[in-house]
């Protein structure tokens, strides 16, 4: 152990000596006298910066097809694990024979998608693997909760809302555009046909929307 009166880094003179055990108080004291900076939440929330890591969600065309092709990148991207993905064939033959519908543009769609929020980090290395921009991420930060299992986001919960134009799948493909004409922005709303077909789905019942 060092001795005080040898120690040169400790040699700092009568009156340094003296007012050293009161050094500690100008901390204190000089945060006493600034103003308090007191964050009023819930009451008064602070508009996050533009870019923030939000909650995630999925993206949808302009005609509400699903960007989503189920092909997991996200999922394997993920440090944490925290993506669960299952893809399925897109169906487009006729409701009346049994067909299930088309949710994205291609050949397949994410029929199970789950991101559990106990072990995500927000980092947004899935949002930068995933290859059509399906996902990305909100501002949203509340989702504080009280048990486990509500933290386990399911795909109804992530899918963006219907915007105007858009119809809800699943439906057919705007007539005549293939795959690669959605991704060139060729397709700006849904079209009569796709909403006829919406509309007698739902005259189909829920058995077509067994993957909402
Ligand atoms: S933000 Fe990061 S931790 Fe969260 S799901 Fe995406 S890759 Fe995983
Ligand atoms: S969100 Fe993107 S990366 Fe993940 S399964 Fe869907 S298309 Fe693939």
């Not at 919960?157 to 439906?171: D, F, N, R, T, W």
């Amino acid at each position: 152990m060092a001795d005080n009166d040898t120690d040169p880094d400790r040699q700092g003179g009568f009156f340094a000596d003296l007012l050293a055990p009161v050094a500690g108080f100008g901390v204190s004291f000089s945060t006493i006298f600034r103003k308090v900076d007191t964050e009023q939440y819930p009451e008064d929330k602070r508009p996050t910066p533009p870019r923030w890591h939000g909650r995630h969600q999925l993206n949808r065309h302009p005609d509400g097809l699903e960007k989503c092709i189920g092909c997991e990148l996200c999922a394997w991207a993920c440090p944490a694990d925290a993506i669960y993905v299952e893809g399925a064939d897109n169906d487009d033959r006729p409701i009346a024979a049994g067909g299930t519908g088309r949710y994205s543009p291609g050949e397949r769609y994410g029929s199970v998608y789950q991101i559990n929020y106990l072990r995500c980090i927000l980092c947004g290395f899935c949002i930068e693997a995933c290859p059509t921009r399906a996902l990305t991420m909100t501002n949203l930060y509340e989702m504080a909760d009280d048990n486990r299992a509500d933290l386990i986001y399911e795909k109804h919960q992530l899918i963006a809302p219907l915007s105007e134009g858009m119809v809800a799948a699943p439906h057919p493909m705007v007539e005549g555009m293939q795959e690669r004409d959605y991704y060139q922005g060729k397709v700006t709303t849904a079209t009569p046909e796709q909403r006829q077909y919406a509309e007698q789905r739902e005259e189909g019942g829920p058995a077509h929307d067994r993957h909402r």
